[in-house]
């Protein structure tokens, strides 16, 4: 789904604080309100594919789910946009994710008095696999007709991504947990800082990419024709073709030169 999911103390911004306004209009005129719902209607159902023949689904029941997902996201946009101002303490933080995880227990509640508690649980579990579903589904949308994955092919490459994106996380936390904490003075540049802060996640999280990217290309053979697996390595190059420009342009933020080390 379409959310803000990143909650913390949001800092002086004007691209934040001029798409803040728009939003708040949008939402406040009836028709730009209609507008957003329906944009947030079709990213939704994009965002979930075969979450309707996952749960055994009618028509209509798959589209009163639709509705309800949609309802619970205009409503989450209110409360990011309209309903809050940005936090500016540890404890404005705090009732905040607070207020983010009250709502989800109660959307979550909602769904499951929608679809009933046997297909709820269905619905956790697609939740639970949907990274790896969606982008599987994304590459058998690339795929000539001819070429598209058998079922079998679908299943086992979402089991090869599930491992690899867990795995990935695992070495992501780690890594994390590795940085030490960095001591600043009173007259530090705090913004210079942030800046360089970002510099080496975008660097850290891209050198992650590319190792996640050759363990998942190394593993294809076993489940891929030769045909798929140039598609899947032109979806790759792709990917991490945008993850390098955008290192490269927090590096020159940054004040830093932007090649760096691949």
Known sequence: MSSPKNIGIVGPSPEFDAHSAEMRQKLADPDLRAQVRIQETAQIDSLNPDLVQVLGLN??????????LTEQQMRH??????????????????????????????????????IGETRFGLYLSYLDALPERQHAVYFDGKLDASNKLTADQKQRLMQLLRTQIRQSLQKRRLAASNIPAQRRSGSEDIQATMRQQKADMTERSFLQMVEDSRLVLAQLPEILTPSQIAVFVSMEDEKLAAQRVYVQQARLEAGMSPDFDE
Do not use: C, W
Request: no cysteine; hydrophobic share 40%; net charge negative.
């Open 77 to 114: 946009l209110d409360r990011f946009y309209v309903d809050r101002s940005a936090p500016q303490s540890v404890a404005d933080v705090s009732a905040l994710m607070q207020q983010h995880s009250t709502a989800d227990l109660n959307n979550k509640q909602q769904i499951k008095d929608l």
């Open 59 to 68: 028509a209509a029941e798959g589209g009163a789910l639709l509705d309800l």
